[in-house]
């Protein structure tokens, strides 16, 4: 399960997933509602920087797994 931590998330709410704080901090902005922050090895509490992947929509994360599926 993805952890969350405790940070204002520039929408007004407080509760923000670890690794959507960990991509903003990097970005040095926050994300917007829209960005899906994708975790490569597919471990939810695998928070390094070097495992996490920001898509601009969830439409663009779909495509990338419907990518990744048929290449198996």
């Known amino acids: 399960m993805a952890s ?3 940070h204002r998330n520039g929408h007004g709410g407080i ?8 991509m903003a901090k ?3 902005r926050p994300l917007t509602r829209k960005e899906v922050v994708h ?3 597919g471990i939810k509490d ?3 920087l070097s495992n996490l992947r ?3 929509s969830q439409g663009d994360h779909k495509r990338y797994h419907a990518e990744e599926s048929r290449r198996v």
């Open 46 to 48: 695998d928070n390094r």
């Open 26 to 28: 990097h970005l040095k």
């Open 54 to 56: 920001l898509f601009a």
């Open 4 to 6: 969350m931590a405790s």
């Open 39 to 41: 975790h490569k090895n």
């Open 15 to 22: 509760d923000v997933y670890e690794h959507r704080l960990i």
